[in-house]
């Protein structure tokens, strides 16, 4: 996921140095740099979150555009110096961090071009996936892939669940409808097998709600189903994510004593002691 995976060779002296500034993370001035880019990222989605305030947008509005203008300038510049100073431009800008960095200033320039398009700037708040890079949080990309491939193996699993599950919702629906009428504000299936989807995933929004006794009944076993079936998806993940993890484990064998059970980061065996960089 990294937006460039190897360091300049042929570049100018001005490429090189932007390179280590914004892509390196060692340096002095990389970690400036990031200092920086951290507090832009943290303060321009602070901005948008309150511009989303009424009371604020009246009485700041002026300011939270010019505010805007300045990310917004800010950013184009720091994308630009990006692709600049990248070894390898065009797979930077298809990268994933690529695509959050232009989707970062794409919003406001197009709500300048077509006001109607105001809507997009909340896209702006992809901005704080952009400290990802930052903190480095890649090196957490093998507990996440193991997560990954969990769901994965568990993905039938949870289709079959779901199908259930709607399945079930569309009866409850339908036979509140038939105990309590439109009278009582279940007025079509649809809105029943709304007020069974509330029900049963124990939102209970109270804006509809059975008056007859055999009505509350119903309503009691749809609760009752809700809680009985609620961690039946958590059991299907979780039970797919420690074969994973054994899988994983069982991979990282000791070349000097054939153990395994090994974490993916340990550097020792916890068997013999020895060195496990040449674990097959």
């Not at 309150?50 to 947008?57: T, Y």
């Amino acid at each position: 996921m990294n937006s460039v995976s190897s360091e300049p060779t042929t570049q100018s002296p001005m490429q090189k140095r932007l390179y280590d500034i914004i892509f390196g993370y060692n340096t002095p001035a990389g970690k400036r740099f990031d200092l920086l880019l951290v507090s832009a990222i943290i303060s321009s989605v602070i901005v948008v979150i309150l511009d989303s305030v009424s009371e604020f947008e009246q009485l700041y509005h002026t300011w939270f555009i010019a505010i805007e203008v300045v990310f917004t300038v800010f950013f184009t510049l720091e994308y630009i110096a990006r692709l600049y100073c990248s070894p390898q431009p065009k797979e930077y800008a298809k990268s994933f961090y690529g695509v959050v960095d232009l989707l970062a200033i794409l919003p406001t320039y197009l709500a300048l071009l077509y006001p109607a398009a105001q809507v997009m700037l909340l896209f702006r708040l992809l901005r704080i996936l952009r400290i990802l890079r930052v903190l480095k949080l890649v090196r957490y990309m093998s507990e996440a892939n193991v997560l990954l491939r969990a769901l994965m193996l568990a993905r039938r699993k949870i289709l079959v669940f779901l199908f259930c599950i709607c399945l079930t919702t569309t009866i409850y629906g339908a036979l509140m409808y038939a105990i309590e009428g439109p009278e009582n504000g279940f007025t079509s299936i649809p809105r029943s097998i709304y007020w069974a989807i509330v029900t049963i995933t124990t939102v209970g929004y109270g804006d509809i709600s059975p008056a007859t006794p055999l009505g509350q009944a119903l309503a009691a076993l749809v609760m009752i189903t809700g809680f009985s079936i609620i961690t039946v998806p958590t059991g299907i993940v979780g039970a797919e994510l420690v074969n994973e993890m054994r899988r994983e484990q069982s991979e990282h064998r000791c070349v000097h004593c054939e153990r395994a059970g090994h974490d993916h980061d340990a550097d020792y065996c916890k068997h013999c002691g020895a060195d496990l960089l040449n674990v097959s």
